[in-house]
């Protein structure tokens, strides 16, 4: 089912994708032409959905990229209840939406927020060299034990396991991450509130590993990223610049509204 809405100065196709008993509200743009990586835009939890991102999904498809996003059971315009979802139903359900919707031997630009940072991880695991470049964006990592447990009301299971101290610290996302060769982007706000400093720098750790690697510092913002994206075009702009850009890029670190590499 496919509807055209606008977007500031672009059209994008607002469609369903039928998955698990659940109906997931998604959207897409293209620039046309042939063949190109798609970027998949993943939100983070609570009240996160898509449509903050649609100025980001915009700047994508801007370069050239097609463009994707969904909200995840419970979120924005799609069915279902929060408390059922688990950190497994959100990589099952945003696997269903790609391979419904992205040409299979289309390369992948997988961008997570918070929450959506492990499902990152988990996107690169299945998808393998198709996962062409990660945007993580103050990203969250999950012990394994945590993975297939609802998220209940938050005082059930879930919260009791994610709570456990450096249980994070055991994800199996980390090993994911270690092991990427691609390009990689982690957006690091001023403040962040939610996800633990020691949490981002194992993130930064991990992908210096192996992957082509920009951290990205966003002095004013907090943790909301999307948000931020939203309401602050130029570092929406070097974010993506980030992701896209050349390999002469390895290693770089940029901090402040107007970009100031140090190699």
């Not at 497994?88 to 940072?117: C, H, N, T, W, Y």
């Not at 996962?131 to 034990?145: E, H, I, M, R, S």
Request: glycine share 12%; hydrophobic share 40%; proline share 6%.
């Amino acid at each position: 089912m496919l509807s055209p809405s606008t977007h500031d100065h672009f059209a994008f196709d607002h469609f369903t994708c039928d998955h698990d008993g659940e109906r997931l509200s998604c959207v897409s743009g293209s620039a046309g032409g042939g063949p190109t990586a798609t970027a998949v835009l993943l939100h983070g939890a609570g009240v996160g959905n898509k449509e903050r991102l649609l100025p980001l999904l915009e700047e994508f498809v801007a370069r050239g990229c097609r463009g994707l996003a969904l909200d995840f059971s419970g979120h924005g315009e799609s069915s279902g209840a929060l408390g059922e979802l688990s950190l497994k139903r959100r990589f099952e359900q945003a696997v269903a939406v790609i391979d419904a919707s992205v040409p299979a031997d289309a390369p992948l630009i997988l961008v997570g927020f918070s929450m959506s940072g492990q499902t990152v991880a988990d996107l690169a695991g299945h998808y393998g060299e198709r996962a062409a470049a990660l945007g993580l964006c103050a990203p969250a990592v999950y012990g394994a034990a945590a993975w297939p447990v609802p998220f209940g009301d938050g005082a059930g299971l879930f919260s009791e396991l994610i709570r456990t101290p450096d249980s994070w610290r055991r994800s199996p996302a980390l090993d994911v991450l270690r092991a990427y060769a691609g390009r990689a982007v982690l957006a690091v706000p001023g403040t962040d509130t939610v996800i633990p400093a020691d949490v981002t720098e194992a993130v930064a750790e991990a992908l210096a590993t192996r992957a082509r690697f920009t951290r990205l510092e966003l002095p004013g913002a907090e943790h909301m990223l999307g948000l931020w994206f939203r309401d602050h075009p130029e570092d929406r702009r070097r974010f993506v610049d980030a992701l896209l850009g050349g390999p002469d890029d390895q290693g770089r670190k940029t901090t402040g509204s107007s970009a100031s590499v140090a190699e």
